[in-house]
């Protein structure tokens, strides 16, 4: 019997419902679909690519190495694509997922414009029922969310925001259509990673740019390049190398953590080291660094008064300089922004650093913005100020599990999950890349967790079985084990996504654990061993 006879004769509707066609969806779509279900995805935006769709910001772009974040599924997709740089740029980025879209055929299953605002588990059919922006209700035996870890934008809480008469756009709503920046007054509200790309970008062509900064980061250089067509038939060929590296590493990057402390070496040494990284493209100099950097306080504060001297060599101000260090939190605490040119946009003489520590936005007003000591004119105010991470994107939808509970009040004091991917009293819903799950290299990880997701739709429609759940044994017993994962790991100290932190959103002013910190490897290791068990360790009936 194949899979999807076995679900219809139980239900009207999907066999599978995904939401969103991002990185994720596109190729949880592509698996269902081996299988022989009947899937369908609901997706907001009108195009594919999910974060690559809407982030058209100027700037925009990724830092995992282009070549290790393109999937890995398809053969001839590696033969075909050709990469243009080393960390593609949106555009770059939502070319290739549009290309894959095409070559897979995966629109046709696929209905755009089209917002889930609630899901609702139906214990006398075993069934969701999943109910659109619109008012469309539709039903499925499996419902996967494929909603991504920075989905849920922000605003900031100001006063005023509607008021202002000029342009104005969070950076995750850019406009398709080019927005024109000489001659304008431009405010960039926000500093963190999308914060430090778009200034850097909108420094170039803007008349004057005012930068409001409230947490300063500890941004290392991307060193970014082109990539011509021997190095990228170089790269082709050593594609499975590439690949096997980004299964051993712990965050699913080319790069690994030196097994050298820093404590251990001569401090010539030492600073030798930290020169090669900082001078290499991409990730190294936070996930290939001595393997104490995170965890030993003494050791933190070595690498982070070595990139605070960067800093203060490359800003010709020193008052300026200071106020771009950090000092709340050390170096890698936070997800570190990769940069090109950043710290010399503040050498410009058309761009302004305003620290909201000293100097707080009242409100904003019709023609700009209002601090403490003076008003601001602007013609077009930017909204670099994040994500309600991991979890928000979950809050938006209204999802409700046996007995009407509700998700986002079982989330209320942090995620509880079974290895990010089932909430027990939730049957059939999967998570791919959800709470607590293994971060990083991010469609390295998806390919994972959604195989592991296909595989455990497999077992059930050949067993006939109709309802998969977590335990909550199950589910508390993930939970402490990511947090114990997570003990002794400096991050977990600090305010910031990665820690549940977002001072825009009630509720979300408590650190949790959000993500599950012991590396990917380990990661993969407990869901095969539950997989190769038969799935014992979950409620299947």
């Known amino acids: 019997m ?25 190729y949880q779509l592509h698996k269902l679909r081996e299988l022989g279900l009947k ?7 009108t195009g594919v690519g999910g974060t690559w ?17 393109g999937y ?25 997922l549009n290309y894959v879209a095409d070559k897979f055929d995966l629109r046709r299953d696929i209905q755009f414009k089209s917002r889930v605002i609630a899901a609702h588990y139906r214990e006398e059919t075993r069934s ?16 996967i969310t494929a909603v991504g870890v920075l989905s849920a934008a922000t605003m900031p809480t100001i006063p005023g925001v509607e008021r202002f008469h000029g342009q104005s756009c969070h950076t995750h709503y850019w406009p398709k259509e080019p927005v024109r920046f000489e001659g304008k007054r431009v405010a960039v509200i926000g500093t963190g ?11 170039k062509t803007a008349g004057h740019l005012t930068v409001f900064q409230r947490t ?11 990539i011509g067509n021997d190095e990228m038939s170089r790269i082709r060929a050593n594609f499975p190398e590439i690949f096997a590296r980004c299964q051993e590493t712990y965050g699913c990057f080319i790069h690994a953590t030196d097994p050298r402390a820093a404590l251990e070496v001569s401090p010539e040494e030492r600073e030798a080291f930290w020169e090669k990284l900082y001078s290499e493209p991409g990730f190294g100099i936070w996930m290939g660094n001595f393997r104490d950097i995170l965890v030993d306080r003494k050791a933190n504060a070595l690498i982070s008064d070595f990139i605070a001297r960067k800093i203060r060599q490359r800003v010709k101000d020193p008052a300026v300089a200071e106020k771009l260090i950090p000092k709340n939190h050390g170096f890698g605490t936070r997800r570190v922004p990769l940069e090109s040119g950043y710290f010399e946009v503040y050498n410009q003489p058309n761009v302004k650093l305003v620290d909201i520590t ?40 209204d999802i409700h599990g046996v007995g009407g509970a509700s998700l986002k009040d079982k989330w209320k004091d942090g995620p509880q999950t079974f290895l990010g991917i089932l909430v027990d009293g939730f049957p059939n819903l999967l998570m791919v890349m959800g709470p607590h799950a293994g971060l990083g290299n991010f469609p390295r990880a998806v390919e994972y967790t959604a195989d592991w997701v296909t595989d455990l739709i497999r077992f059930s429609c050949e067993r006939d079985l109709t309802r998969i759940e977590a335990t909550a044994a199950g589910a508390i017993a993930w939970t402490d084990h990511v947090i114990e994962a997570s003990e002794g790991l400096l991050f977990t100290e600090i305010d910031s996504w990665m820690t549940g932190i977002n001072r825009n959103v009630e509720g979300k002013q408590v650190r949790r654990i959000m993500r599950y910190s012991g590396g990917h490897p380990a990661f993969r290791k407990r869901c095969d061993a539950v997989a190769a068990e038969g799935y014992r360790e979950l409620s299947l009936a």
Not at 39 to 45: C, I, K, N, S, W
Not at 72 to 91: T, V, Y
Not at 193 to 203: P, W
């Open 39 to 45: 899937v369908r995805v609901f997706e907001t935006g």
């Open 2 to 26: 194949a899979a999807s006879q076995a679900i219809a004769e139980t239900t009207a509707g999907f066999d599978a419902i995904v939401i969103g066609a991002g990185v994720s969806g596109l």
């Open 128 to 143: 969701w029922e999943v109910l659109l922006e619109d008012g469309r209700r539709y039903t499925t035996r499996f419902l």
């Open 53 to 69: 769709y809407w982030n058209r910001y100027p700037g925009a772009r990724f830092d995992s190495e282009s070549w290790t974040y």
């Open 193 to 203: 990673a999308t914060g430090v790309q778009t200034i850097t970008e909108v420094a």
């Open 358 to 397: 000293e100097t707080p936005i009242e409100c904003i007003t019709p023609t700009g913005i209002k601090t403490s000591d003076r008003e601001y004119e602007f013609d077009i105010i930017i909204y670099a100020t994040g994500f309600d991470a991991i979890t928000g994107a979950f809050d938006r939808i």
């Open 72 to 96: 890995s599924f398809s053969q001839e997709l590696l033969e075909e694509w050709d990469w243009d740089e080393h960390f593609a740029g949106q555009p770059e980025t939502e070319r290739y």
């Open 216 to 226: 300063p980061q500890w941004c290392a250089p991307l060193h970014n390049g082109k």
